[in-house]
């Protein structure tokens, strides 16, 4: 089971960029669909953007043009590069094991996440 452990977070201006990291152990990395979750304060988690092992990418409607996933299999890592942050991208980004089946299902463990803060 992919474990994984995210990195990157911080306190950002509105317009700024950061980039997460989310290093996860297990056997089947390169061949598990590996995603960002976003938990804003009062909110659920909802994925924002995901990256299958073919690397076909999915964004959520409220990043798409602004965030890009990658992923390195030989590192187990995968990266969420932000830009044109705003305020609405507060929340915990937690990375995780997932798949598509009519919804996103989680299918790892969850991390402690990595919080990200954008001022206006």
């Known amino acids: 089971q992919v474990q994984p452990v995210e990195s990157g977070g911080g306190l950002v201006q509105a317009g700024g960029s950061l980039k997460l990291s989310c290093a996860a152990s297990?056997?089947?990395?390169?061949?598990?669909?590996m995603g960002w979750y976003r938990q804003a304060p009062g909110k659920q988690r909802e994925v924002v953007a995901a990256?299958?092992?073919?690397?076909?990418?999915y964004y959520a409607n409220s990043v798409k043009g602004r965030f890009t996933i990658s992923r390195d299999n030989d590192k187990n890592t995968i990266y969420l590069q932000m830009n044109r942050l705003n305020p609405e991208d507060t929340g915990v980004y937690y990375c995780?094991?997932?798949?598509?089946?009519?919804?996103?299902?989680?299918?790892?463990?969850w991390g402690q996440g990595t919080q990200v803060t954008v001022s206006s």
């Open positions: 297990g056997s089947r990395f390169s061949v598990t669909t």
């Open positions: 995780n094991a997932l798949k598509y089946e009519d919804k996103w299902y989680t299918v790892g463990s």
């Open positions: 990256i299958s092992a073919g690397r076909i990418t």
